[in-house]
């Protein structure tokens, strides 16, 4: 429950228009009988909530330096840096697979990364944002894309398939002032050549491998 | 010496007490503008938190803060609802200290458990709801407030609450964007005349932003652009003088308003800043008077 620390004087302290809260009842300040509320414990703990907020404020102005132990705990204040930079291209990733006696065919991967799956806050574009460098964690999607292929999941593409192909489309931007098209999202659309960067594809020998066992 | 005199007296306006109103505003608002962020994972338990979704391995690098294990499908789901009790609790002050408690907790851990579904409300939420937490956010306009009076009905009822409480979220705030503004004083914000227009052109794109985009000349992004970095840069200026205080409140909420309508996704950071700013600088009598209707309970 929450202690409500009585005042001998609490008009001197009560300033503007904080009287006013409906139900505080004015003539209670005047008697002395109003209560201010206060967080849980003694006063020397109070003082040390105060000294986490300088630290978190100093956080959020500049996010300390990351030793190992003290990186969960950084996360929470490196979040300021909101759109510090000019975009230079609009990037999307897109997935493809390889049907087994075909060829690369576009997968739908919203089935696979449901939550938010036509915008880049989706998981499979942040995946595609962090880590399209990373082989380990390229060889865990590949995995998850392939099981989750084979257990049925209806991402547009029938049949077996050998691996995966993750590549970012980045399209030009128009200048300030033309005209802009309308986005939306669709994982199947034709990507011009120059506008692709293959990122990461499951090697031939492993393709070759999934869909002849 | 007068600079020592002023300093107290800013410390001793730190901790005067205040109109609990800004306090049970944020803890009513707050809490439902974080669920609202979070009702699109809420709705995935499995591919969200669960072994079932896709899990980033264990790897090192600067993406990932700390790797935690997947959880079972069950604890997944149990987490969501927890986030969803918890939250809807701490807003209507039911054992809110409790609730706000658990409601923290789960907030931090879905930020580090899925860095790929983390973004700036995931970071700020639980520190958000913490400072709830750690103050007297129950005790007026809240279940708790009610069952109290019901059982001792000459209890007091307090109308102000301890400074700091509230002067943690005022100074927040201008922390927060004045960190905003650096960073982008750092970025492309001072060299680049298009920053705004060049992120209208992908998913974040809005009906609102795409005529905007169309419609608005070329000169119109840039002094948007110059005007918001002049209020992040100079926020603790504009939210410390009381002659630009409102202007400020109003600049702050018409950018997040602007930002919710043009970036698609960002709404509801943007609510939680409006929020924010509003449970923090609006004048207070306007927030006793939304909070009328709660008199008579408590």
Same mark, same amino acid.
């Given at each position: 429950?929450?202690?409500?620390?009585?005042?001998?004087?609490?008009?001197?302290?009560?300033?503007?228009?904080?009287?006013?809260?409906?139900?505080?009842?004015?003539?209670?300040? %005047?008697? #002395?009988?109003?209560?201010?509320?206060?967080?849980?414990?003694?006063?020397?703990?109070?003082?040390?909530? !105060?000294?986490?907020?300088?630290?978190?404020?100093?956080?959020?102005?500049?996010?300390?330096?990351?030793?190992?132990?003290?990186?969960?705990?950084?996360?929470?204040?490196?979040?300021?840096?909101?759109?510090?930079?000019?975009?230079? !291209?609009?990037?999307?990733?897109?997935?493809?697979?390889?049907?087994? #006696?075909?060829?690369?065919?576009? &997968?739908?991967?919203?089935?696979?990364?449901? &939550?938010?799956?036509?915008?880049?806050?989706?998981?499979?574009?942040?995946?595609?944002?962090?880590?399209?460098?990373?082989?380990?964690?390229?060889?865990?999607?590949?995995?998850? &894309?392939?099981?989750?292929?084979?257990? #049925?999941?209806?991402?547009?593409?029938?049949?077996?398939?050998?691996? &995966? %192909?993750?590549?970012?489309?980045?399209?030009?931007?128009?200048?300030?002032?033309?005209? !802009?098209?309308?986005?939306?999202?669709?994982?199947?659309?034709? !990507?011009?050549?120059?506008?692709?960067?293959?990122?990461?594809?499951?090697?031939?020998?492993?393709?070759? %491998?999934?869909?002849?066992? | 010496? @007068?600079?020592?005199?002023?300093?107290?007296?800013?410390?001793?306006?730190?901790?005067?007490?205040?109109?609990?109103?800004?306090?049970?505003?944020?803890?009513?608002?707050?809490?439902?503008?974080?669920?609202?962020?979070?009702?699109?994972?809420?709705?995935?338990?499995?591919?969200?938190? +669960?072994?079932?979704?896709?899990?980033?391995?264990?790897?090192?690098?600067? @993406?990932?803060?700390?790797?935690?294990?997947?959880?079972?499908?069950?604890?997944?789901?149990?987490?969501?609802?927890?986030?969803?009790?918890? *939250?809807?609790?701490?807003?209507?002050?039911?054992?809110?200290?409790?609730?706000?408690?658990?409601?923290?907790?789960?907030?931090?851990?879905?930020?580090?458990?899925?860095?790929?579904?983390?973004?700036?409300?995931?970071?700020?939420?639980?520190?958000?709801?913490?400072?709830?937490?750690?103050?007297?956010?129950?005790?007026?306009?809240?279940?708790?407030?009610?069952?109290?009076?019901?059982?001792?009905?000459?209890?007091?009822?307090?109308?102000?609450?301890? *400074?700091?409480?509230?002067?943690?979220?005022?100074?927040?705030?201008?922390?927060?964007?004045?960190?905003?503004?650096?960073?982008?004083?750092?970025?492309?914000?001072?060299?680049?005349?298009?920053?705004?227009?060049?992120?209208?052109?992908?998913?974040?794109?809005?009906?609102?932003?795409?005529?905007?985009?169309?419609?608005?000349?070329?000169?119109?992004?840039?002094?948007?652009?110059?005007?918001?970095?002049?209020?992040?840069?100079?926020?603790?200026?504009?939210?410390?003088?009381?002659?630009?205080?409102?202007?400020?409140?109003?600049?702050?909420?018409?950018?997040?308003?602007?930002?919710?309508?043009?970036?698609?996704?960002?709404?509801?950071?943007?609510?939680?800043?409006?929020?924010?700013?509003? +449970?923090?600088?609006?004048?207070?009598?306007?927030?006793?008077?939304?909070?009328?209707?709660?008199?008579?309970?408590?």
């Amino acid at each position: 429950m929450t202690k409500v620390a009585k005042r001998k004087d609490p008009a001197k302290t009560a300033t503007g228009p904080g009287a006013r809260l409906p139900g505080a009842h004015v003539h209670e300040l %005047r008697g #002395g009988l109003a209560g201010v509320a206060t967080g849980p414990g003694p006063r020397w703990v109070r003082l040390g909530l !105060v000294a986490l907020a300088v630290l978190y404020y100093l956080g959020l102005i500049h996010p300390p330096a990351k030793p190992s132990w003290l990186r969960p705990v950084a996360f929470f204040t490196d979040a300021t840096g909101l759109f510090p930079r000019a975009d230079a !291209v609009a990037i999307e990733y897109r997935l493809e697979v390889w049907a087994c #006696g075909r060829s690369w065919e576009a &997968i739908d991967p919203r089935p696979y990364f449901p &939550i938010r799956p036509d915008d880049k806050e989706s998981r499979f574009q942040r995946l595609g944002y962090f880590y399209d460098r990373n082989r380990t964690v390229m060889q865990a999607l590949d995995a998850y &894309i392939s099981a989750h292929h084979a257990a #049925g999941a209806d991402d547009g593409v029938v049949g077996r398939t050998g691996g &995966i %192909r993750l590549f970012k489309s980045v399209r030009p931007l128009p200048s300030a002032g033309e005209p !802009v098209e309308r986005y939306h999202f669709d994982p199947f659309a034709p !990507v011009p050549t120059e506008q692709r960067r293959d990122l990461y594809y499951t090697p031939a020998s492993e393709r070759k %491998r999934r869909c002849s066992s | 010496m @007068q600079l020592i005199v002023f300093f107290e007296n800013a410390v001793a306006a730190m901790f005067r007490p205040r109109s609990i109103a800004r306090l049970v505003a944020l803890r009513i608002l707050a809490p439902l503008a974080i669920l609202g962020f979070m009702s699109s994972r809420i709705a995935y338990p499995d591919d969200w938190l +669960s072994d079932l979704g896709f899990r980033v391995p264990a790897v090192t690098g600067w @993406q990932q803060p700390i790797s935690l294990p997947p959880v079972p499908s069950w604890a997944a789901w149990a987490v969501c609802v927890a986030l969803v009790v918890s *939250g809807l609790a701490t807003s209507l002050g039911a054992l809110t200290r409790w609730s706000s408690a658990v409601f923290a907790a789960l907030l931090a851990y879905v930020a580090l458990a899925d860095r790929l579904a983390a973004f700036t409300v995931s970071k700020i939420a639980p520190v958000i709801v913490l400072v709830l937490c750690l103050s007297p956010s129950g005790a007026r306009a809240s279940i708790d407030a009610w069952w109290r009076h019901r059982r001792d009905p000459k209890a007091p009822r307090p109308a102000l609450v301890s *400074g700091g409480c509230v002067s943690f979220f005022q100074i927040m705030l201008p922390v927060f964007y004045v960190s905003s503004g650096i960073a982008k004083v750092k970025g492309d914000w001072l060299s680049e005349p298009y920053v705004l227009w060049t992120h209208l052109h992908d998913s974040y794109q809005t009906t609102v932003s795409w005529l905007l985009a169309n419609h608005l000349p070329a000169w119109g992004w840039t002094v948007s652009q110059g005007a918001v970095l002049v209020f992040e840069c100079g926020a603790p200026l504009w939210f410390a003088l009381p002659f630009t205080r409102r202007f400020a409140l109003a600049f702050g909420v018409t950018m997040h308003l602007g930002i919710g309508l043009m970036f698609g996704p960002v709404i509801w950071f943007s609510l939680l800043m409006i929020i924010l700013l509003g +449970s923090s600088y609006a004048p207070v009598a306007w927030l006793e008077r939304v909070l009328t209707p709660t008199r008579a309970p408590a």
